[in-house]
């Protein structure tokens, strides 16, 4: 069975398409297509407070091509979320009017916690020990979404409008750094995190940079010694001898320096990256929503 979906994120959009193989009372999910487009709605929003014509109409033909792509590959099921820069724009409901209008596809607009949810309903932490102290870090271009766990059961998530597009334009005051040091620290007093779990298309190729595979643990010192050697690099640098797109160079060392702060703060050692990241966990939602739909129905 194939399914996909589309992540609208701040700093780029993610289409994706998956094949869902069960097994016994599992499956497994394996990425039949992935495209990202550098459509950065986050560089409109958080500096003039709508999306501009241009990535509107970016935008609508994105999804008119995801469409397209959805009928081809005659997918059982989908669904596009779009999140912080579409939550916040003063046009965003206009424009998801305008895309329902002109494709037929209909955008839900997530907060922050069902933006976490989606992400642990890929499974990840048993990757590594269900019932382990996790604290989950999705980091994107509006927003740093936090997420513990413990013992495989949610305690408590929490949004932070901290991420790569407003701090590369330097629009993070330090009242939102110490809100969220302060939420960590709380937190940690009472559940105490083994392990960062961090998604987010920065920290996989921070990873990959680093020459880790096969689900190899994340260091503080490492993360922290690749950002500072990617520092010492321009922007066109990073392109042009490291080989990151132009939409990724550009903040990637910002994304750096949150997933350290929140390690820092925490005292956490290792992270574990499991290169998943939203739309992943809306594929996973949907084939176990397509699951009980067919028992369901067997049942009548």
Known sequence: MRFAAIDIGSNAVRLLFCDVYPYQNDYTLKKTSLVRLPIRLGEDVFINGVISDENISKLIQSVKGFK???????????????????????????????????????????????????????????????????????????????????????????????????????????????????????????????????????????????GLKDYALFEYNDLKQMSKFISKYSVEERITKLGLKPDRADVITHAAKIYLEVMKVANVKNTFVPKVGLADGIIAQLYEKHVINTVQKEIL
């Open 68 to 210: 397209n792509l959805a009928e081809v590959y005659e997918v059982v099921d989908y669904r596009v979320c779009a999140t912080s820069a579409m939550r916040e724009a003063a046009n965003g409901k206009e424009i998801i009017k305008a895309i329902k209008k002109q494709t037929n596809v209909n955008v839900e607009i997530i907060d922050g916690e069902q933006e976490a949810e989606l992400i642990y309903n890929t499974h990840i932490a048993e990757k590594i020990d269900k019932k382990g102290v996790f604290l989950y870090v999705d980091v994107g271009g509006g927003s740093t979404e936090l997420t513990l766990f413990d013992n495989g059961e949610k305690v408590i998530s929490k949004s932070f409008e901290i991420g790569t597009i407003r701090l590369k334009n330097d629009l993070v005051k330090d009242k939102k750094w110490k809100d969220l040091k302060s939420w960590i620290k709380e937190l940690s007093q009472n559940n105490q995190p083994s392990m960062v779990i961090a998604t987010g298309g920065n920290i996989n190729k921070l990873y990959k940079l680093c």
